[in-house]
């Protein structure tokens, strides 16, 4: 979450050291009753955020440099509120972006892609970049859920950029990898 001054300093300084124009954040475990002025957000940037309606897990953002022109009244279809995603188009140029976080205990991996297909189709023709987690491991490509996943980005000539191990964990004596993220 962005609520402790560890993670928003770490963010600045990844932010810094990368010079970064947009930034999308996962899990950021807001809720309406935290105010974005709290969250130490560098003075040059501007933060859109989607909180989670229910709970304090989930929700995403996008840190966007302020020398970045934006438009984030982007006509896609309406986001269910068991989708958390957020869209802007860069002004400058015909780039849609969405950042977006799934969870698979929120949001069904078929209510997303349906979402992802309604979007694609609306903005046929159209650059678009999704940025976010989408929690299917990549690495696991006989899952019925990668499966899906690859099918859908296929259909729009997509591709998922992230090919090495997103996570990796120790459970008892043993290692785990995936590419989840």
């Known amino acids: ?19 970064m124009d ?14 974005s002025d709290t969250l130490n957000i560098p003075i040059n940037y501007t933060f859109l955020r989607k909180d989670r309606g229910t709970g304090s897990r989930g929700g995403c953002g996008l840190l966007i440099s302020k020398k970045v022109a ?5 006509k896609v279809p309406n986001t269910p ?14 780039y849609f972006i969405c950042g977006f976080y799934r ?3 929120f949001c069904k991996l078929d209510d ?5 297909t309604e979007c694609m189709n609306k903005l046929k023709g159209k650059k678009v970049i999704w940025i976010g987690d989408i929690n299917v491991d990549q690495n696991k490509i006989t899952d019925l859920d990668y499966r899906k996943l690859d099918s859908a980005l296929k259909s729009f000539n997509m591709v998922q950029t992230i090919q090495s191990y997103t996570r990796v964990a120790k459970r008892g004596n043993k290692f785990t990898q995936s590419t989840i993220d």
Do not use: C, P, R
């Open 1 to 19: 979450g962005l609520i402790g001054i560890s993670k928003s300093t770490q963010i600045s300084g990844m932010i810094k050291k990368y010079d």
């Open 22 to 35: 947009i930034l999308s954040l996962n899990e950021t475990n807001l809720n309406d009753s935290i105010s």
């Open 70 to 74: 934006y438009d984030d009244k982007v």
């Open 81 to 94: 509120s068991h989708i958390e995603a957020l869209w802007i188009k860069i002004k400058s140029s015909n």
């Open 103 to 105: 969870s698979s205990g």
């Open 112 to 116: 997303f892609l349906d979402y992802f």
